[in-house]
């Protein structure tokens, strides 16, 4: 009986080590920062991931020593090792900025394809049934702002279709309202996209390819809803004019109107979840509610820390509370009425449901915290608590972080 047992327990083992790609040596290496808040220095480190195990190690470049040896890390796996990511390794924001060797930009590359996308201003307000279908195709979404562009910024973004006697119409469109573009990654991601936006012209769209977004959202051949990078060197340009790196740049500006408005913000539970598209659909489909701003946000230990000061010695495990938005990005919305004089932040409060999402299923089972939330910390979304507090919150995440 006892030989039996340990056939099965043997079989089991053999079958999970032949179904793993990896051996045990097997290691894809990244070069890596992270930002040293008590010293003030940004850190430089190796850092090396074990996909066998799911381990990790980090080699300090700047002191030429090993930081953390080959050790587990919580909610770390190999679809989190991408170049942009930030990881979450025991409690510092480390960033992959670079591949370290051949083998891994091989390997990582083919699996994990950046593309740039825009969602037009005819389908704004259509963003969390797009987000759904991101998701549905398998890609992350690692960067993602609401702006809107000046004429100048349109013709530069589309310098790459200068002489094309459509461009004037496609530039009214697009700085006639907000655009939000979305840094995508995923397997094939570039030609992937662009079959799931469809043909360029909504009407063709609609008759050859109706399954397509251009074909559901697409208004005309200007107002056709989106676009999508067609290299991976156009992707880079693209999305480095959205979401700039280093000093002396800046994004296209930012649609907060800080005006008769609340502050929202989507935790990263949410989005692990499968939840995000959910819940901006939700708020854009109810009758009081619009988006005017949209961020996405990858909060540090500190900017967490000051943001909730005031909760400090009123909740109780204040770092729970911490916590639930430092597992991932945050994505931050300001929220205005679709019609004048409706007291935004009093009524989103309501529709956002009491503070416990166990509580809230009790209560209100159809509010935004009993639908998404998983529970007093983890409860989908933060909103601003008191009215005079609200421009400070929008004005923390979209002007003094930006």
């Known amino acids: 009986m006892i030989t039996k047992v340990w056939e099965v327990v043997i079989c089991k083992y053999t079958e999970m080590n032949c179904n793993n790609a990896f051996d045990y040596n097997t290691k894809l290496c990244f070069k890596a920062q992270w930002y040293d808040y008590e010293s003030g220095y940004l850190r430089n480190f190796n850092l090396t991931y074990f996909p066998y195990d799911n381990t990790l190690e980090l080699f300090d470049e700047d002191f030429n020593r090993m930081f953390l040896r080959r050790s587990a890390?919580?909610?770390?796996?190999?679809?989190?090792?991408?170049?942009?990511?930030?990881?979450?390794?025991?409690?510092?924001?480390?960033?992959?900025?670079?591949?370290?060797?051949?083998?891994?930009?091989n390997y990582v590359s083919k699996t994990k394809e950046h593309t740039f996308a825009l969602v037009k201003t005819s389908a704004v307000n259509k963003i969390g049934e797009v987000i759904n279908e991101i998701q549905g195709l398998g890609f992350k979404i690692c960067r993602m702002r609401m702006c809107i562009f000046s004429r100048r910024e349109a013709l530069d973004f589309y310098e790459h279709r200068k002489g094309d006697v459509f461009l004037p119409f496609t530039v009214e469109h697009l700085i006639s309202g907000p655009i939000i573009g979305l840094e995508l990654v995923g397997a094939n991601v570039i030609k992937t996209w662009r079959d799931a936006m469809g043909p360029t012209d909504p009407e063709v769209a609609r008759k050859t390819a109706p399954h397509t977004l251009r074909?559901?959202?697409?208004?005309?051949?200007?107002?056709?809803?989106?676009?999508g990078s067609d290299s991976f060197e156009l992707a880079v340009k693209e999305a480095c004019y959205f979401f700039p790196q280093g000093t002396g740049t800046s994004p296209p500006k930012p649609t907060a109107k800080f005006q008769n408005s609340t502050c929202c913000v989507i935790k990263p539970h949410v989005i692990?979840?499968?939840?995000?598209?959910?819940?901006?659909?939700?708020?854009?489909?109810?009758?009081?509610?619009k988006i005017t701003a949209l961020q996405m946000i990858y909060l540090t230990d500190p900017d967490a820390e000051e943001f909730l000061e005031v909760y400090k010695g009123v909740?109780?495990?204040?770092?729970?509370?911490?916590m639930s938005f430092l597992n991932g990005p945050c994505v931050v919305l300001e929220i205005s009425g679709k019609q004048d004089g409706i007291d935004v932040h009093g009524e989103f409060r309501t529709f956002a449901g009491p503070m416990n999402s166990l509580v809230a299923r009790q209560i209100r089972p159809n509010s935004l915290r009993a639908l998404y939330g998983r529970d007093k910390y983890e409860n989908a979304i933060h909103c601003t608590d008191l009215p005079e507090d609200t421009q400070l919150e929008l004005e923390y995440f979209f002007k003094i972080l930006e």
């Open 73 to 105: 890390s919580e909610q770390i796996e190999l679809d989190n090792f991408f170049i942009g990511a930030n990881l979450r390794i025991y409690g510092r924001q480390i960033e992959i900025v670079d591949y370290a060797d051949i083998y891994t930009k």
């Open 315 to 322: 909740i109780a495990d204040f770092h729970a509370l911490q």
């Open 215 to 227: 074909a559901r959202y697409g208004e005309s051949l200007a107002a056709n809803a989106f676009h």
């Open 272 to 289: 692990k979840d499968g939840n995000f598209g959910n819940v901006l659909s939700s708020i854009t489909n109810s009758d009081l509610f």
